[in-house]
């Protein structure tokens, strides 16, 4: 029953969003039958508009929280769709960078045009444990927001950390500082933060993932890029062409390894988990099972041949 109720919930989320698209624009010029040039196909806003990301269900079930630009560009804001009434609904409106007023030739603006272009906006969204609001992640800072009310910056004054992830009580919250997982209570800036884990070696780095249903456990995902191919890549951006050094490896070359730890909080102790004769060189997303017993791992081997 829950699986027909996410599914058709997904059929009318993508219907809806497919209709509500800005009445201007190369999408709007293409639905009218107006000729679209070959500039508007590779303009912003997209002809075939932004895809929605991130979906979060609520505690309940009710509500699906999910991230997307209805203009087509690629600044994401926080929006919300309910089962009862699959019409998205948008939580905020965030800022967005606009031009200096630099000389549209200059080097500097050219590069200022590119971050306005690339912002991404909202980079994260979850909702928090009271399941009646939301935490979003945007430059670097977090946000508390509920429908019909304007977000609220958590800090560290308020006990928050920046990219936090609180546990499923709300009494405690996971972060990373100086490339260690840490854990401290939540909501109390003067309380000690106890490390839990930190990688030994330089180039390698964690995510922190989520944590277990119970609040007992923490996933976290360790990335090694040590072995990646460095490339010289042309700068034509700056005073004089150059280049510089990007980690960036062909298909079939060594990539970032990756593995999966299940840290348990109070012995801060890391179990990793062990996947036979499939290599996770590039792990795409981790979630707990609703009972905790188990770990869903979607990843891909260094061929981005198979995946499972």
Not at 128 to 147: C, E, N
Not at 165 to 187: I, T, Y
Not at 229 to 242: C, Q, S, V
């Amino acid at each position: 029953m829950r699986l027909t109720r996410i599914l058709l919930v997904s059929m009318a989320l993508a219907a809806v969003l497919g209709l509500a698209g800005p009445g201007t624009g190369p999408a709007a010029a293409a639905v009218s039958g107006k000729r679209s040039t070959l500039e508007a196909l590779y303009t912003l806003p997209r002809i075939i508009g932004t895809a929605p990301k991130a979906p979060a269900w609520s505690p309940d079930g009710r509500t699906l929280a999910f991230l997307w630009n209805e203009e087509g560009t690629n600044f994401y804001d926080v929006y919300a769709v309910s089962v009862d009434d699959p019409k998205p609904v948008r939580l905020t409106v965030l800022p967005r960078r606009t031009p200096s007023g630099k000389p549209a030739e200059s080097p500097e603006a050219v590069a200022e045009a590119e971050s306005i272009e690339l912002d991404p906006g909202v980079t994260s969204v979850r909702w928090h444990p009271d399941g009646k609001r939301l935490v979003f992640s945007f430059r670097g800072a977090s946000y508390l927001v509920a429908p019909g009310r304007d977000p609220e910056k958590l800090s560290e004054a308020a006990g928050l950390e920046p990219m936090g992830v609180l546990s499923p009580d709300g009494k405690s919250q996971a972060f990373l500082r100086g490339g260690a997982l840490m854990v401290r209570p939540a909501g109390d800036p003067a309380a000690p933060a106890r490390e839990l884990y930190k990688p030994e070696a330089a180039g390698v780095r964690l995510r922190v993932n989520a944590w277990s249903p119970d609040g007992r456990r923490l996933l976290a995902n360790e990335i090694d890029a040590r072995k990646m191919p460095r490339r010289k890549i042309p700068d034509y951006l700056a005073g004089e062409t150059g280049t510089r050094d990007v980690p960036r490896a062909f298909p079939g070359e060594e990539t970032t390894t990756q593995r999966v730890g299940v840290v348990d909080v109070a012995a801060a102790e890391v179990r990793w988990l062990e996947f036979g004769d499939r290599p996770a060189d590039m792990i795409t997303s981790l979630a707990w099972s609703p009972d905790g017993r188990s770990v869903l791992v979607d990843a891909c081997d260094k061929f981005v041949k198979d995946r499972w």
